[in-house]
């Protein structure tokens, strides 16, 4: 299949190279401002990086890492959407089928080799090895073959029409690895990283610190500014923020919730609340009593207090959602009505469906993170005037995912923003979902994420998104009390430190430090 | 005191270590899940899940992995930790020097200020000192180590009167004083309760040696005070609470997770725990090893210490 | 009882205790609110005419949290004392009674776990059953037995040879007589005091369980579960860690106190401070 008889058409040639470079990550603040170089940026962190495997590292501290370290094909904006990185463009079939990525010119990996095509197909071989745990796997299962037409043009076959799939090569996971590292043993790629990224492994101790240090070959002409950035574990949360307020750190990665008042309250602190997609949701199998009542799910729904939980658990900190996983922050998002906190028609609906003394049943929590029992808890006290009586049951979380997680009927799922609607969908509402937990499976539904993968024009798809999502609004397979915002912190002297919503790329080239 | 029963002691370590790892190793096999399966966590499928078991070998045998445990135990060699892409040597290396330090600054602190506190309260026997000494003992040993911990914590290092950190870890060759300041929290929160402890025994044995005939007999044979206190009564209220402080070495060494733990006190507990909560099997093995050795040999030198101080076995 | 009263350290022990086991026995009765009820617009408060012991981060009373909490922690430790108090009994009497082999086979296997520092047994225990009341329960009743068995055996041992158990056997009466008729009634005395004793580690190892999230499970009222879930929140508002340690530091130190007391009671010799 070398031969092109199928009309092309350019996806995103408006956002060329160079275009989508000089409006990437610089606030409208700091634009004015001329950038220094220099300087050795200490971001603190309170999670370990256990491994800088990019191919299945899921550590909150250990994204950044790997955002430095490597590039991929695209990467996800800080405005949630497809930017280009190692490809500057690409060019999809009309039943977007078939995907040319074009690479970037004289990009070199950290250890002096050239970045060709053969890269790009040994990276998504490994990928789509299922000898290799690979967590970008599940978002490209649709990709037939990876082929080089030539050094700098790599061919993606799908198997079913996928007009998302630059969305999907953004994956964090999905970061380019030289064909050498690939050909040594895995394990390697714990501790050693060979990548293209704006920054170079310089030492990595997992029980203290990862140091990194400028690419000086990096393929943005001028960045990174920073000359070396230091991730500091710190254990303690305490001495983490103690240590961020007196100015040994400059960017605390993550804040938490009750501490955030006091962080912004600071002098010299600029304190920032990213909205996200982040949410937790009660799972509900529907394949058993009581939960295969849409009604009792409605009553669950309507019993949810939603202000109080964003209030007491978030402090504040987080949006109220109405039981859809589509935050507003994603393409094809619609607005979606207020579920209001109404347990008088929550009990109506249930004794309609036959449970006229309320329901007693176990909630499940995993022990971390904390937010889930906290979810509980709340969930509990919101439900009762509903006609619910809830035991919660919290457990450790290995305990959880070997026996509850995917398998139990009642417990509560956290999950991260995904960059697309097809994405956040496929995680676990379709019927093929990668982990499809409740059961709901709609043939309706499943027919519109087709549609939509296989349709390119916006407008079209903006129709059948709506469409599908009503049909989530309408069935409520997940109850969805809130939407978390990711909280963190930077010094006033750093500049253009940046979170995306989706909290796995951070565009550190940007930021500067503003240091006499 | 033999060599035959220091060998016959070492010999039954021997044999418990033995035991204790194969208790371990089985309870970690028999509980749902694995390591694999926490690295993945909610991203792992059924075929990113196989791949990493095999990637580290938890797909083999039960008994071969056990065997090759021992095997690599045996020759020096501790493996490689599931989670942290280290060596256990190197990741339990360090943490039980950290530990190492904060044990041995609080059992010295400890032992330097509870012994002449218990003395002083047997000789002012009734006197507000013994009062004031008795009722901080009897706290001391109420209060679990989280709970001392979270009031020091209140009172010491609150955001608006941090006399002292709360909680972190600077290595001792890279900058002292910041070690001490780190140190002062959590080896003060062990320190309480074994200060409770040693202070109470050591009085109630200088009691009983006091009130002994032959210090008795030393009074009249016209020694002074002090001198009678030094030479003759402490001392034979030392075997007792050497006793005591080995048995608080048991107590130390359970503390110790806690306070590690509330502290981010980078030792073995804190590891520990992190091991335990990431079904990190090596390294769970290897710090119970280690605990329980350090356990099993204080025990073993404490007798050997009692059996020089008390003079009525070491002549016998 | 007398002898314990007329020492000032029993009293104490015994308001201490009076207190605790009322707030055990009344406690639910007597709290101002539901402990589990939310009041949103007074979280994180102080004491106040509203709230004599202040809120938790959820709004919560924690007076009324407290009284919940008091029975199920006391029975924790009165419970599991209870269980490792009885099973080491027993393997220690009957080691103590038996003799010759058996009596070293236990021994030796009683010193094998021993050889474990008691939280890391524990905690390894409780790792294995899993987090929860009961199963902290069984796990800290394990840690106790092997302690308990020892003390058992050895005062079946010095009862063993006195007077009226030989005159008993000169009798040729049969040894469950002897056994049941002479020896325990002896034996028990110092089983009794050192269970009072063990009551308030019980206490304080179930507590520390619940903080390292392995014992009792939110939404539960046990104490150091409270101190755990409060934790993040200590600085804002340190009543809700302070107001659930002092709690288990009062019945610990009420146990600690009677038992202390009891024991100079039986043992005259030591009824001189």
């Known amino acids: 299949m070398t031969d092109f008889t199928l009309k092309r058409r350019h996806v995103l040639m408006g956002l060329g190279a160079l275009g989508a470079l000089t409006t990437l990550g610089l606030p409208g603040g700091a634009a004015a401002q001329t950038p220094k170089t220099g300087g050795t940026l200490r971001i603190s962190h309170s999670t370990r990086i256990a491994t800088l495997n990019v191919l299945s590292l899921s550590g909150p501290a250990e ?114 690895i030289s064909k050498a590292a690939l050909a040594a043993p895995l394990t390697e790629l714990d501790t050693k990283a060979n990548g293209t990224g704006p920054f170079k492994l310089e030492v990595y101790d997992s029980a203290r610190m990862v140091r990194l240090v400028k690419n000086p070959d990096y393929y943005q002409p001028g960045k990174p500014y920073l000359d070396a950035v230091e991730m500091m574990l710190f254990p303690d949360l305490a001495a983490e923020s103690a240590n961020f307020l007196s100015g040994a750190t400059d960017v605390m990665l993550t804040v938490q919730q ?42 669950l729904a309507l019993s949810t207090d939603r202000d109080l939980l964003v209030e007491v658990i978030l402090e504040g900190l987080g949006r109220p959602a109405y039981d859809s996983i589509v935050a507003p922050e994603i393409a094809y998002a619609t607005e979606k009505p207020v579920v209001p906190y109404d347990p008088e028609a929550a009990r109506k609906l249930l004794a309609e469906a036959g449970y006229p003394d309320g329901i007693k049943a176990t909630l499940v929590a995993s022990d971390r993170p904390g937010i889930r029992v906290q979810t509980a808890i709340a969930l509990k006290q919101s439900a009762a005037a509903g006609g619910f009586d809830l035991t919660i049951e919290t457990m450790p979380h290995d305990t959880y995912l070997a026996n509850v997680w995917m398998k139990g009927g009642f417990y509560i799922g956290y999950w991260g923003m995904q960059p697309t609607i097809d994405a956040t969908y496929r995680l676990l509402l379709t019927s093929d979902a990668s982990y499809q937990d409740t059961e709901w499976k709609n043939a309706e539904f499943d027919a519109l994420i087709e549609e939509g993968r296989a349709t390119v024009d916006p407008a079209k798809r903006a129709e059948i998104y709506a469409a599908a999502q009503a049909k989530e609004l309408e069935d409520v397979p997940y109850i969805v009390p809130f939407f978390e915002d990711v909280l963190t912190a930077s010094s006033t002297k750093t500049e253009g430190w940046q979170i995306a919503p989706i909290s796995r790329y951070f565009y550190v080239e940007d930021v500067w430090l503003d240091k006499a | 005191m033999t060599l035959a029963y220091l060998l016959r002691r070492l010999g039954a370590i021997v044999i418990v270590l033995a035991i204790v790892t194969l208790a371990v190793f089985g309870i970690t096999m028999v509980l749902p899940g694995n390591a694999a399966l926490m690295i993945l966590g909610e991203h792992s499928t059924p075929d990113s899940l196989a791949a990493m078991e095999r990637l580290l070998g938890l797909d083999r045998p039960v008994w071969v992995q056990y065997g090759s445990w021992v095997w690599g135990v045996l020759h020096g060699d501790f493996g490689m930790s599931l989670r942290l892409s280290l060596p256990v040597a190197k990741v339990v290396g360090d943490a039980f020097w950290n530990s190492a330090w904060l044990a041995l600054i609080a059992l010295v602190g400890v032992t330097v200020i509870a012994i002449p506190l218990g003395a002083l309260a047997a000789l002012k026997r009734g006197s507000a000192w013994d009062l004031v000494i008795g009722f901080f003992s009897y706290v001391g040993t109420a209060m679990p180590e989280f709970v001392t911990a979270t009031l020091l914590l209140i009172l010491l290092a609150s955001p608006e009167w941090p006399l002292f950190p709360a909680g972190g870890f600077v290595a001792p060759s890279e900058n002292m004083a910041g070690f001490l300041r780190h140190v002062i929290l959590p080896a003060g929160t062990l320190g309480l309760i074994l200060m409770a402890h040693i202070s109470r025994q050591v009085r109630s044995e200088m009691a009983d040696v006091l009130s002994s005939e032959y210090v008795r007999a030393a009074r009249l044979k016209g020694l002074r005070g002090r001198r009678v206190v030094w030479r003759h009564a402490l001392p034979n209220a030392m075997a007792p609470a050497v006793a005591v402080i080995s048995l608080d070495i048991g107590y130390l060494l359970g503390g110790i997770i806690v306070v590690e733990e509330i502290f981010a006190w980078p030792g073995l507990g804190r590891t520990l725990i992190y091991a335990l909560q990431n079904r990190d099997l090596p390294v769970i093995q290897a710090i119970t090893l280690v605990l329980a050795v350090v356990y099993a040999l204080s025990n073993l030198l404490a007798d050997i210490v009692i059996a020089w101080l008390d003079p009525r076995v070491r002549h016998a | ?257 009677f038992g202390d007391a009891l024991r100079d009671a039986f043992d005259p010799k030591r009824n001189r401070s």
């Not at chain 3, 009072?196 to 206490?203: G, H, P, W």
């Not at chain 3, 304080?204 to 150091?224: D, H, Y």
């Open chain 1, 63 to 176: 994204y950044p890492c790997i955002d430095m370290i490597y590039s991929g094909l695209t990467r996800i904006g800080l405005d949630s959407k497809v930017q280009p990185d190692l490809a500057t463009h690409w060019d999809a079939s009309d039943d977007a089928k078939e995907f040319v990525f074009h690479l970037r010119e004289g990009v070199k990996f950290h250890d002096g080799t050239p970045f060709t095509a053969e890269d790009v197909v040994a990276t998504y071989t490994a990928i789509l090895n299922p000898d290799v745990p690979a967590a970008a796997r599940s978002v490209l299962t649709m990709i037939e073959k990876v082929e080089a037409l030539d050094p700098l043009k790599v061919k993606f076959t799908l198997k079913t029409p996928f007009a998302d799939l630059p969305t999907s090569t953004a994956h964090a996971n999905a970061r380019i």
């Open chain 3, 1 to 257: 009882m007398r002898d314990v009263l007329r020492n000032p350290v029993g009293v104490v022990g015994l308001v201490l205790l009076t207190i605790v086991i009322g707030a055990a026995l009344f406690g639910p009765w007597l709290a101002p609110y539901d402990p589990q009820l939310f009041h949103a617009r007074s979280r994180l408060q102080g004491p106040s005419a509203e709230f004599w012991l202040g809120t938790d981060q959820y709004g919560r009373d924690l007076m009324s949290r407290i009284l919940h909490g008091a029975p199920s922690t006391v029975f924790f430790g009165l419970g599991a004392t209870a269980l490792g108090v009885g099973v080491g009994s027993v393997i220690g009497v009957v080691a103590g009674v038996a003799g010759g082999k058996i009596d070293s086979i236990i021994m030796r296997v009683l010193d094998g776990l021993l050889a474990m520092p008691e939280l890391l047994f524990t905690l390894l225990i409780v790792t294995f059953l899993g987090g929860g009341t009961t199963q902290a329960m069984l796990a800290v009743a394990v840690t106790f037995a092997p302690g308990m068995a020892r003390i058992a055996r050895s005062s079946v041992l010095s009862v063993r040879t006195r007077e009226y158990v030989m005159a008993a056997i000169a009798r040729g009466e049969s040894r469950a007589w002897i056994v049941g008729r002479e020896v325990l009634p002896n034996a028990v005395g110092p089983i009794i005091v050192e269970a009072t004793i063990r009551v308030s580690f019980a206490i304080m190892i179930g507590a520390t369980l619940g903080f390292l999230g392995l014992g009792a499970q939110p939404p539960s009222t046990e104490w150091g579960l409270m101190v755990a879930e409060a934790r993040q929140f200590m600085f804002r508002n340190p009543w809700c860690v302070v107001v659930p340690g002092v709690a288990i530091a009062i019945t610990a130190m009420g146990f600690n106190l």
């Open chain 1, 258 to 299: 009750a501490e955030f008042a006091r962080i912004a309250a600071a002098a010299g602190i600029e304190a920032k609340r990213v909205a996200s997609g982040r949410y937790v949701c009660v799972v509900m199998r529907q394949d058993q009593k009581p939960w295969d009542d849409v009604r009792v799910r409605k009553a």
